[in-house]
């Protein structure tokens, strides 16, 4: 069993890519104020780059130049992942939004309350 850590990693990175895309997706229809909802929603599912990997051998390689949308697809004893760069910005953005939403709201009762 000498390739049970690397195929580990490999089909934990698998498995997390499309995680980051669904809370990305998940967070952009629950961001209230969210100004291009549905840009935002596509570009969840956007990833720059892919790794793979064999399950059967441990051998493994990256493709940079690769950009994949629903993620960089399946294939037989291979596990592929893709870096979630669409995701991480959209998360970004919603986190950002909230917190300026929050603040305005925040504002607005010290204002009313003196």
């Known amino acids: 069993m000498p390739h049970t850590l690397p195929t580990a990693l490999g089909l934990l990175a698998a498995l997390l890519c499309p995680l980051a895309m669904f809370v990305g997706l998940f967070l952009v229809i629950r961001t209230p104020g969210l100004k291009w909802r549905i840009a935002w929603a596509v570009l969840c599912f956007v ?3 892919a790794f793979w990997m064999r399950a059967s051998t441990g051998e493994w390689g990256f493709m940079p130049a690769a950009i994949n949308l629903l ?3 399946q294939q037989p004893g291979f596990y592929k992942a893709t870096i979630p760069v669409g995701a991480l910005a959209s998360i970004f953005v919603c986190v950002s939004v909230r917190r300026a939403r929050k603040a305005t709201l ?6 009313g309350a003196t």
């Open 47 to 49: 990833g720059i780059g």
């Open 106 to 111: 925040a504002a607005k009762q010290t204002d």
């Open 71 to 73: 993620g960089p697809g």
